[in-house]
């Protein structure tokens, strides 16, 4: 529901516009209503849009948020699952899309420095045209931004070998919730000089600062690839058969795991190239054309436990492409099963996932909802999906019960609450479970330095 801004706000917004311009604000409902949400189909109309085109001006925004006592939720392209683009209500969003260059790439020192708005699957072109990628590659990369993987953490299939978003990035600069503009630390592979900032500021969801330029971490492109396709009779086989792929010496760049349930679905939408088993890993690995034998030989070894059904490998581009069909499959099979799902990000030991999975089992029995389980077992990383119908009053009153005993389970096995998604709104609730109360009040105390008004995105990663 539109409502209408407030004496005080009218004076902070006609502020905005005197400062920044006319082209860098919007107050429309259109373009107001386009920004006041994200994939997690929660919505809140901001007060107005702000379109920054370079730091000088998030600054200014920032300052003046702060001197009229107005929140501000910096945005990417919204394809987040939490909530966490979601701006408070009276507040106002900092979409951070028209921030979107690539200032350089440096071969020389395996880096590159971008604006947040920046495309991931954009910059991994511009990489590869210099023989390298950035490691993060969410399933979003389509659309996503640079500035949003940052915000959570983004992952994807590659983390196993080459980590996430954290792991691959140098340095930041960023403006904390006074408008002060900082740089975390230099762009340099290695040191150690102070805290790392860095690593702080990423995944923290926009509550402590603004980015607003980053240096990446790139990695060489492998000269080879192959991936092989394992089936077994059963869960357990499949996730006996991970942590036995985890102990080799060379560590595949990706272990997908998908469970029966997902296949048959799959299955359904995709055709006979879904193959029928009781789960199924698809392991990707790459290196040298001299390497990739020697790899091969091991995963296949790996994988032969008791259990295994079959195993292909393929290393030709359209052979590959054929043996990942049931995972892109998946989704698209997904919508079929009911109306609207909770897709939970959930993390594990490995040793836990034939616990985890037979717990989901009894869950979905217990519940009477479909549980589909999916996701990137190279880190214990599952995507847990509750699919239910809100117009059943039975289903509609299951899945919250049902999504606080999973987190639970995931708690009691030594796991945590998301790898890749982030908290956001949704899982806030659930961060006294997860995170020590000393180091939950510490982490109170880093957004009371770094933001001690409290207007940078409220509401979202720490409980009340």
Known sequence: MDVNPSPHQTRFLDALQASLGADVIRRDQDSRHAHGGDDS?????P???LLPVDADQVVAAVRLCREHGIALTARGAGTGTTGAAVPA???????LARMDRIVRIDPGQRLAVVQPGVINARLQEAAADHGFFWAPDP????TCTIGGNLAC???????VKYGATRD?????TAVDGQGRRFQSTRPLSKQATGYDLTRLLVGSEGTLAVIVEAALKLTPLPQARAVLQARFDDIAAATHAVGRLLACAQTPAAVEFLDGKSLRLARRHGGDVVPEAGALLLIQIEGSAADLAGQAAAVAEAVRVRGLAGLDEAREPQHQERLWAARRALSPALRSVAPKKINEDVVVPIPALPELTVFLDRLERDSGLTIVCFGHAGNGNLHVNLMYDPADAAQATAAPLALAQ???????????LSGEHGIGLSKRPFMPLAV???ALSLMRGLKQVFDPDGILNPGKVLPD
């Not at 209500?89 to 979409?95: A, E, H």
């Not at 399933?139 to 389509?142: D, G, N, V, Y």
């Not at 999973?406 to 945590?416: D, M, N, Q, R, S």
């Open 89 to 95: 209500r009276g507040s106002v969003v900092l979409s």
């Open 168 to 172: 691959n990035v140098l340095a930041l």
């Open 153 to 159: 953490n983004a992952g994807g299939p590659r983390t």
């Open 47 to 49: 007060l107005a849009v």
């Open 406 to 416: 999973l987190f639970e389970k995931v708690v009691a096995l030594g796991g945590t």
């Open 436 to 438: 020590d109360p000393v």
């Open 41 to 45: 189909t929660r919505h809140q109309l």
């Open 139 to 142: 399933a979003s990369a389509q």
